[in-house]
Each structure stands twice: as C-alpha cells, then as structure tokens.
C-alpha cells in the first residue's frame, strides 16, 4: 500500500514524496530511492521497486527533489525554471531532510534504525555523498553510478559562463533543459569537498553495493568500476550486468519488469537484507 506526502524543508521548499510498506514502518528497515538528472520518484521503474521493496518487509519511501522539474503533474516536466535552478548540494541537504524526518516519524512512528539508500545515476552520487555526512545510514546501492559530477569541458564552461544557462535536451519528451550558471558555481566551489565522490567512497565505513550495465551508453562502465577501484573491498559488492543499458532495460511508462531488472532487484534484495537486518 503506498502514501503520499509533502514535506517542506528549511529552505522554504516542498518534498513530493510516496510511501510503500506502511505496515512495515514500526519494524522494518527502511529504504529511499534518489532518483537521478531527469527522473523523478514515478518515473518507470520507481514505483515498481517500491511495491517490490514494500513486498519483501522493507519500508520504502520515493521522493522528488524539490527542482527536478516535476511539478503537480508527476510525469511530466512543467517546472523547468525551478530545473534551471537546482544544485547538487541542494539535493545533498534534500535527501538529508527525508532522512531526518524518517528518524523523526513524519512517515510514521518507527523503532528500526537501520536505513539503506537506493540511488540510481546521478541519485547514486548524491546518496554516497550524503552517506557519508550522515551516520544515520547503514548501507548504500548505486545503479549506473556517476563517479563525478563535472561531466563538462573546459569550453563548455566557457560557453556557459557567457550565456548564463547550459542546455541539455531530453530525447523522451524533446525539451530543451536549461541549467543556470548557480549548478556550475556549486560544483566548481564544492568539488573537492562535499561533492568529491572519490573522497566520499574512500572514506565510506558501511557497505557498498555497485551495479552497472556493460551496455550504458549514459554513464559508461568505467566509472563504476572507478568506483570500486576507490571502495574498500572488504565491504563492497560489484556486479557488472551483460547486455543492458543505463535503465536496465526498463522504460518509461513502465511496461512491466524483465530479466536483467529482475536480477539485479533480487541481487540488491539480497545487499539489503544482509546489511539492515
């Protein structure tokens, strides 16, 4: 059974976000997806991984960043101003808000302690950027991770810095996406601080689960496999996936689960359990 709330943060923003598992929440581990650049908590798979996470005795809960561009319609981009707007360290303290209002039984009253993170693409950064702020978590998953934020070259910055916006095209609606110079401030200032995900991996002291496609033409292999390269070994778990894609072969609508999803959900049920119970 799923919930929605709002929550509204420090910031004077407002959190969208879904609940799987009520009946869960007073005594089971619970579970946050963080979405990636350009997706959001009802995009394809997010509910599914829900309802499966929720199935399986975990609590879950899905959630929009306040300026992914989702407004009050859930699947399509109506607040691309606000797109324009966000950074990544915004995302760091949004998802540090869910985190604490869980702690604080805004969700509902909770007596388990263990939380993991569930991120894919760019969200795999910002959990295990935020994971390692944040002691309250116990574990970190990361689909199609991103080893680094600054995906731009020195032109383009140039460029950016003279236009005053960055525009990324979305293939599946066919928008043009604008990205004020505020998200390339952020990361010049912060990145070899709090969005250095090397430093961050390198020092994580809880578990590491690293899933990629070889196949992702989104963020190619070798970063996860940087990734790995950073972990501790002791406690990380790498699995490469043949013949898939950066969504694992899932799309959006959701046209229901497939093999390669399949596997790599009973693989990260298996993290999961393992490490919040």
Known sequence: MSKDFVLNTSQGNKLKATIF??????QSPCIILVHGFKGFKDWGFCPYIGEYF???????????????GIGNNLTEFTELDKFAENTFSLEISELS????????NF???TNNKYIGLLGHSRGSGISILTAKQKNEINAVAVWASVSNFD???KRQKEVWRKKGVFEVLNTRT??????????LDDLEKNKDGILNIEYAVRNLKIPLFIAHGEQDLAVPIKE????????N???????????????FNAKHPFEGSNPKLDFLLNKTEEFFINNLT
């Not at 808000?97 to 604080?104: G, L, P, R, S, T």
């Open 21 to 26: 598992g009520k009946e869960n929440i007073r």
């Open 54 to 68: 929720s199935k399986r005795n975990f609590f879950v809960i899905t959630f929009n960043f306040s300026h992914n």
């Open 107 to 109: 969700f509902g009253e």
């Open 97 to 104: 808000a869910i985190i604490v209002a869980y702690k604080n």
């Open 224 to 231: 996860a496999e940087t990734i790995y390269d950073w972990s």
């Open 233 to 247: 070994k002791e406690m990380t778990e790498f699995i490469k996936i043949p013949s898939t894609g950066h969504t």
């Open 174 to 183: 066919n928008q043009v996406m604008k990205l004020n110079v505020s998200l």
């Open 151 to 153: 995906r731009y070259s």
